[in-house]
C-alpha cells in the first residue's frame, strides 16, 4: 500500500474567507459559524487577523468575535498577527489564542516585487534585507534548524510566470545564509497567492527540493484556486512527498478566499475543506473530520453569503460507499441543487420530484 506523507491541515475560513467577504455579516453570524467548525472533528482553526480595520474592515469585529465564541478543548485557534501592535492585541485572548510560533525561524521572500508592495507596502529588496537579522537571532537563540520559503512562488498577476531556475535560485541564497551559520535547513514554505499553481509545476518544483536539500522534511503549501487548480496541484504535492515528510496545507470551507490586493478578488478562492477531506480520506489518509458536519458548516456558510459557495462535496454529496448510502434507484428525476442535498436531508429533498417511471 501507498505511503503518503503526514498531513497537517489549516482551516482558513474566517481569516482568508472573511477578509475578502462582505463588511457586514453579522458578528454572531461568524460566531455560530465558528463554534459549528468546532464541532467537525478540524484541529487547527484559524479565527482571523489583527490587522488594520482601515485596509481589512472584515476583520474589525475579531476582538467581539473572541469574547463571544465559546473555545473547544483539543483545537489549536490562531490568528494572523501582521506586527507588534497586532501581536498585543492577540495577547490579550491567549487562551483561547494559541500565539502561533513558527517551529524554525524562516527565511522568507516573494518572487513578485509588485505584490509584495501592494501587500505589504514594502519591496522584495527589503525582505532580503532582513535576512542576515533573522539569521543572527537565530544563532543567538541557539536554534537548531531553519528553514526557507518563496511567496508567489510560481507566477505573478503582474509579471508573469516565474520558472524552476528562479525558484531554486532564491531558495538557494537563503539556504546558503543558514549553511554559513551551520543551521540545517529542514522546512520549506511555498506560497501562491495569486493562483499560479500547476500540478506538474509544483511536482517539478518538490522532486528538485528533495533532491538537491534532502534534509527537508517539512512542506508548508498555501494554493490558492482562481484558475481550478488547487486540488490538483495537492493531489501532486502529496504523490511527490514520502511518508517520512510531513506537509502542512491551508484551505476554507467552501473554497472561499481571497486577497484583494492580487486582482482576482472572491474569485480567488483556496481548495474547499470539504473537497480535499474528502479525497484525502478516499485515498487512505485519515483526517479525524466529519465530513457530514464540515458540509452543514458550509450550508451555513452559504446562507451567511446569500450565494452558492464553490465546493462540490458539499452539493453533490460524498461517494455513496456501502449500501446504505447507495441512492435509491427508484428516485424522482433530481436536477436542482436543493434536491440534490437529498444525500444528508433524505426523500424530503426531492419528494416533488417527477419520477422517471411508474
Given at each position: 500500500?501507498?505511503?503518503?506523507?503526514?498531513v497537517e491541515y489549516k482551516e482558513e475560513?474566517?481569516?482568508?474567507?472573511?477578509?475578502?467577504?462582505?463588511?457586514?455579516?453579522?458578528?454572531?453570524?461568524?460566531?455560530?459559524?465558528?463554534?459549528?467548525?468546532s464541532e467537525t472533528g478540524l484541529k487547527?482553526?484559524?479565527?482571523?487577523?489583527?490587522?488594520?480595520?482601515?485596509?481589512?474592515?472584515?476583520?474589525?469585529?475579531?476582538?467581539?468575535?473572541?469574547?463571544?465564541?465559546?473555545?473547544?478543548?483539543?483545537?489549536?485557534?490562531?490568528?494572523?498577527?501582521?506586527?507588534?501592535?497586532?501581536?498585543?492585541?492577540?495577547?490579550?485572548?491567549?487562551?483561547?489564542?494559541?500565539?502561533?510560533?513558527?517551529?524554525?525561524?524562516?527565511?522568507?521572500?516573494?518572487?513578485?516585487?509588485?505584490?509584495?508592495?501592494?501587500?505589504?507596502?514594502?519591496?522584495?529588496?527589503?525582505?532580503?534585507?532582513?535576512?542576515?537579522?533573522?539569521?543572527?537571532?537565530?544563532?543567538?537563540?541557539?536554534?537548531?534548524?531553519?528553514?526557507?520559503?518563496?511567496?508567489?512562488?510560481?507566477?505573478?498577476?503582474?509579471?508573469?510566470?516565474?520558472?524552476?531556475?528562479?525558484?531554486?535560485?532564491?531558495?538557494?541564497?537563503?539556504?546558503?545564509?543558514?549553511?554559513?551559520?551551520?543551521?540545517?535547513?529542514?522546512?520549506?514554505?511555498?506560497?501562491?497567492?495569486?493562483?499560479?499553481?500547476?500540478?506538474?509545476?509544483?511536482?517539478?518544483?518538490?522532486?528538485?527540493?528533495?533532491?538537491?536539500?534532502?534534509?527537508?522534511?517539512?512542506?508548508?503549501?498555501?494554493?490558492?484556486?482562481?484558475?481550478?487548480?488547487?486540488?490538483?496541484?495537492?493531489?501532486?504535492?502529496?504523490?511527490?512527498?514520502?511518508?517520512?515528510?510531513?506537509?502542512?496545507?491551508?484551505?476554507?470551507?467552501?473554497?472561499?478566499?481571497?486577497?484583494?490586493?492580487?486582482?482576482?478578488?472572491?474569485?480567488?478562492?483556496?481548495?474547499?475543506?470539504?473537497?480535499?477531506?474528502?479525497?484525502?480520506?478516499?485515498?487512505?489518509?485519515?483526517?479525524?473530520?466529519?465530513?457530514?458536519?464540515?458540509?452543514?458548516?458550509?450550508?451555513?456558510?452559504?446562507?451567511?453569503?446569500?450565494?452558492?459557495?464553490?465546493?462540490?462535496?458539499?452539493?453533490?454529496?460524498?461517494?455513496?460507499?456501502?449500501?446504505?448510502?447507495?441512492?435509491?434507484?427508484?428516485?424522482?428525476?433530481?436536477?436542482?441543487?436543493?434536491?440534490?442535498?437529498?444525500?444528508?436531508?433524505?426523500?424530503?429533498?426531492?419528494?416533488?420530484?417527477?419520477?422517471?417511471?411508474?
Amino acid at each position: 500500500m501507498r505511503q503518503w506523507p503526514k498531513v497537517e491541515y489549516k482551516e482558513e475560513c474566517m481569516r482568508e474567507g472573511m477578509q475578502i467577504e462582505d463588511v457586514n455579516i453579522p458578528v454572531e453570524q461568524k460566531v455560530r459559524l465558528l463554534e459549528a467548525l468546532s464541532e467537525t472533528g478540524l484541529k487547527s482553526i484559524v479565527v482571523g487577523s489583527f490587522v488594520s480595520p482601515r485596509y481589512t474592515p472584515q476583520m474589525a469585529c475579531i476582538d467581539e468575535l473572541l469574547r463571544r465564541f465559546r473555545p473547544k478543548p483539543g483545537i489549536t485557534y490562531t490568528a494572523l498577527v501582521a506586527n507588534p501592535r497586532g501581536e498585543e492585541r492577540a495577547r490579550a485572548y491567549s487562551p483561547p489564542l494559541t500565539l502561533e510560533r513558527e517551529p524554525v525561524p524562516y527565511l522568507r521572500c516573494h518572487l513578485c516585487d509588485v505584490f509584495v508592495r501592494r501587500n505589504f507596502n514594502r519591496s522584495q529588496s527589503q525582505e532580503i534585507e532582513r535576512w542576515p537579522q533573522i539569521v543572527a537571532r537565530a544563532r543567538e537563540k541557539g536554534s537548531v534548524a531553519a528553514g526557507i520559503g518563496i511567496n508567489a512562488a510560481w507566477g505573478s498577476n503582474f509579471l508573469g510566470p516565474f520558472t524552476l531556475g528562479q525558484r531554486m535560485e532564491m531558495l538557494g541564497r537563503q539556504h546558503a545564509l543558514w549553511e554559513e551559520t551551520g543551521i540545517p535547513v529542514t522546512h520549506v514554505s511555498l506560497g501562491d497567492p495569486m493562483s499560479w499553481n500547476f500540478p506538474h509545476e509544483i511536482e517539478e518544483t518538490l522532486r528538485a527540493i528533495k533532491e538537491r536539500w534532502p534534509a527537508i522534511t517539512h512542506f508548508k503549501l498555501h494554493f490558492h484556486n482562481a484558475r481550478g487548480m488547487s486540488m490538483p496541484s495537492t493531489y501532486a504535492a502529496l504523490r511527490s512527498l514520502e511518508a517520512a515528510d510531513t506537509v502542512y496545507l491551508d484551505g476554507a470551507i467552501g473554497g472561499i478566499g481571497g486577497c484583494p490586493y492580487c486582482g482576482n478578488g472572491r474569485a480567488t478562492g483556496m481548495v474547499a475543506t470539504e473537497d480535499l477531506m474528502h479525497l484525502l480520506e478516499r485515498m487512505g489518509i485519515a483526517t479525524g473530520v466529519d465530513l457530514d458536519k464540515v458540509i452543514d458548516c458550509v450550508w451555513m456558510l452559504e446562507e451567511m453569503l446569500g450565494r452558492p459557495a464553490t465546493g462540490h462535496v458539499s452539493k453533490a454529496g460524498p461517494c455513496p460507499i456501502t449500501p446504505k448510502e447507495w441512492y435509491d434507484p427508484n428516485m424522482p428525476l433530481v436536477e436542482t441543487f436543493e434536491q440534490a442535498r437529498h444525500f444528508r436531508l433524505g426523500p424530503k429533498a426531492y419528494e416533488k420530484g417527477q419520477r422517471p417511471w411508474k
